[in-house]
């Protein structure tokens, strides 16, 4: 029997041999991958951060900005100042740094604009600039233009690009006055515009302001407004009130600003008029309750200019005297139109001559058969414009009175429905109404002409 023979009991129990760990394995890879992941994470988001693109941007003035001041454009950080230097022609050099797609936007007519507070009605920005550091605004150039190695910075924005809308008006002035680009233009306090430039005239003698009015505010401005500057703030002491301060408009507080008033009478005007800035307001300005066209009104184009016309008579007694009457007709089909009142003889004239002037010639009138309330008589210069389009009043509703050139509103509420009639109320513009065309604002037809007043009313007359 073996002596190995695990049957035999009288062999011994053998240990079983102890496990000894190797020195020579593959063990360290356990702890030498994370940090090996570490660092290639490392290198790989070090070699993807793009790399900014170092110009020099010039300026007449250092502006307190510093070294690490952000550039933004549209509200985004694209850069910083990464130098402050000065010249030696007294001008400050800025080394800066935009990533590579700011870069790319300046074009030639890119510029740099120093971050100043600014509050409108839609908000209010830059206002860090009041206790925080300078920052500067890129203004990206066309695309497709050249590209600049240099930048300007500029003391404030740069005027908006030119809008196809509005009106544009030009203010004169003997200083400057605190206002800046971007100032609020006011009507009554309500912003309808704004200041897009100012600027030195070409013999520097006075200042000029390129004043933008919003498309369907234009009507607010004829030749008889009148511009003055606000400061938006107000100072009032008095002995029972003590100090009271009006803030007109935070923002012309801060920017300056311009308000205008327009009084009675005036015609449109068109881009390019220009007008005088006054210090202050008179009072009689701020008194004018004119009605003015605000919206976009109707389209115009095909309708007859109302010319103003003379009726004259003379009335026989023992005293002749000498009658007059104003209104107003319309030039379409070869014909004058207007009401039957400004263009029949007139009942009881003497010699039963009835006169009527208009556009420098006199025409003898005579009796006109029918009875429609809308009549004509033929056209000393034939050649005139083809019918209007024209309808019927939808009872009271918004509508353009025309008296020649002039425009005015008419709003509903001065309408006075009696059935499938309308009156106008009287006094509603300084001269005659007889004959001044009504058109829908809705959509530019002729409603009809207005007749003669009678107890405070003028009847819309249909055209026939």
Same mark, same amino acid.
């Given at each position: 029997?073996?002596?190995?023979?695990?049957?035999?009991?009288?062999?011994?129990? *053998?240990?079983?041999?102890?496990?000894?760990?190797?020195?020579?394995?593959?063990?360290?890879?356990?702890?030498?991958?994370?940090?090996?992941?570490?660092?290639?994470?490392?290198?790989?988001?070090?070699?993807?951060?793009?790399?900014?693109?170092?110009?020099?941007?010039?300026?007449?003035?250092?502006?307190?900005?510093?070294?690490?001041?952000?550039? *933004?454009?549209?509200? %985004?950080?694209?850069?910083?100042?990464?130098?402050?230097?000065?010249?030696?022609?007294?001008?400050?050099?800025?080394?800066?740094?935009?990533?590579?797609?700011?870069?790319?936007?300046?074009?030639?007519?890119?510029?740099?604009?120093?971050?100043?507070?600014?509050?409108?009605?839609?908000? /209010?920005?830059?206002?860090?600039?009041?206790?925080?550091?300078?920052?500067?605004?890129?203004?990206?150039?066309?695309?497709?233009?050249?590209?600049?190695?240099?930048?300007?910075?500029?003391?404030?924005?740069?005027?908006?690009?030119?809008?196809?809308?509005?009106?544009?008006?030009?203010?004169?002035?003997?200083?400057?006055?605190?206002?800046?680009?971007?100032?609020?233009?006011?009507?009554?306090?309500?912003?309808?515009?704004?200041?897009?430039?100012?600027?030195?005239?070409?013999?520097?003698? /006075?200042?000029?302001?390129?004043?933008?009015?919003?498309?369907?505010?234009?009507?607010?401005?004829?030749?008889?407004?009148?511009?003055?500057?606000?400061?938006?703030?107000?100072?009032?002491?008095?002995?029972?009130?003590?100090?009271? %301060?009006?803030?007109?408009?935070?923002?012309?507080?801060?920017?300056?600003?311009?308000?205008?008033?327009?009084?009675?009478?005036?015609?449109?005007?068109?881009?390019?008029?220009?007008?005088?800035?006054?210090?202050?307001?008179?009072?009689?300005?701020?008194?004018? *309750?004119?009605?003015?066209?605000?919206?976009?009104?109707?389209?115009?184009?095909?309708?007859?200019?109302?010319?103003?016309?003379?009726?004259?008579?003379?009335?026989?007694?023992?005293?002749?005297?000498?009658?007059?009457?104003?209104?107003?007709?319309?030039?379409?089909?070869?014909?004058?139109?207007?009401?039957?009142?400004?263009?029949?003889?007139?009942?009881?004239?003497?010699?039963?001559?009835?006169?009527?002037?208009?556009?420098?010639?006199?025409? %003898?009138?005579?009796?006109?058969?029918?009875?429609?309330?809308?009549?004509?008589?033929?056209?000393?210069?034939?050649?005139?414009?083809?019918?209007?389009?024209?309808?019927?009043?939808?009872?009271?509703?918004?509508?353009?009175?025309?008296?020649?050139?002039?425009?005015?509103?008419?709003?509903?509420?001065?309408?006075?429905?009696?059935?499938?009639?309308?009156?106008?109320?009287?006094?509603?513009?300084?001269?005659?109404?007889?004959?001044?065309?009504?058109?829908?604002?809705?959509?530019?037809?002729?409603?009809?002409?207005?007749?003669?007043?009678?107890?405070?009313?003028?009847?819309?007359?249909?055209?026939?």
């Amino acid at each position: 029997m073996s002596t190995d023979d695990p049957s035999d009991p009288t062999t011994a129990v *053998r240990p079983l041999p102890a496990a000894v760990p190797s020195r020579g394995g593959l063990g360290w890879i356990a702890w030498a991958l994370p940090g090996a992941t570490l660092v290639l994470t490392v290198l790989l988001l070090v070699s993807a951060r793009p790399e900014t693109i170092a110009m020099d941007a010039v300026a007449v003035s250092g502006y307190e900005l510093e070294e690490g001041a952000v550039i *933004r454009l549209s509200g %985004v950080t694209v850069g910083e100042v990464s130098e402050v230097a000065m010249e030696t022609d007294g001008r400050v050099r800025f080394g800066i740094e935009l990533d590579p797609v700011a870069a790319a936007l300046c074009t030639e007519g890119a510029a740099l604009h120093v971050v100043r507070p600014r509050v409108s009605a839609s908000g /209010a920005t830059g206002l860090g600039a009041l206790i925080g550091p300078r920052s500067l605004v890129l203004v990206a150039g066309p695309p497709g233009g050249s590209r600049l190695d240099s930048l300007s910075v500029l003391d404030e924005e740069p005027p908006r690009a030119v809008r196809p809308e509005g009106l544009r008006v030009t203010l004169t002035s003997p200083q400057r006055q605190g206002i800046a680009a971007g100032a609020p233009v006011l009507f009554r306090g309500v912003r309808v515009g704004e200041v897009e430039e100012v600027r030195l005239s070409g013999d520097a003698t /006075a200042v000029l302001m390129t004043v933008w009015i919003e498309p369907g505010a234009e009507g607010l401005v004829l030749d008889t407004s009148r511009w003055w500057e606000v400061s938006g703030v107000e100072l009032g002491l008095s002995l029972t009130g003590g100090l009271n %301060v009006g803030l007109e408009s935070l923002e012309a507080a801060l920017t300056g600003g311009v308000a205008f008033a327009t009084g009675p009478g005036g015609k449109a005007v068109g881009t390019g008029a220009t007008f005088e800035l006054q210090p202050e307001p008179r009072d009689s300005w701020l008194e004018w *309750r004119t009605p003015l066209v605000l919206g976009a009104g109707a389209d115009l184009v095909g309708v007859p200019i109302p010319v103003l016309a003379r009726q004259r008579w003379v009335e026989p007694g023992i005293l002749d005297r000498r009658r007059e009457r104003e209104g107003w007709l319309v030039s379409y089909s070869g014909s004058l139109w207007g009401p039957r009142v400004l263009l029949e003889q007139v009942d009881g004239a003497r010699d039963g001559r009835t006169e009527l002037e208009v556009r420098g010639e006199r025409l %003898v009138l005579g009796d006109l058969e029918g009875e429609s309330a809308v009549v004509s008589i033929a056209d000393p210069r034939d050649g005139s414009a083809a019918a209007p389009r024209a309808r019927s009043a939808r009872g009271g509703e918004a509508s353009l009175l025309l008296l020649g050139e002039r425009v005015i509103p008419i709003e509903p509420s001065a309408w006075v429905v009696r059935g499938e009639q309308c009156f106008l109320r009287a006094g509603l513009a300084p001269g005659p109404l007889l004959g001044a065309l009504v058109v829908a604002r809705e959509d530019g037809a002729i409603l009809g002409l207005m007749g003669q007043a009678g107890d405070g009313l003028h009847p819309l007359l249909p055209l026939p």
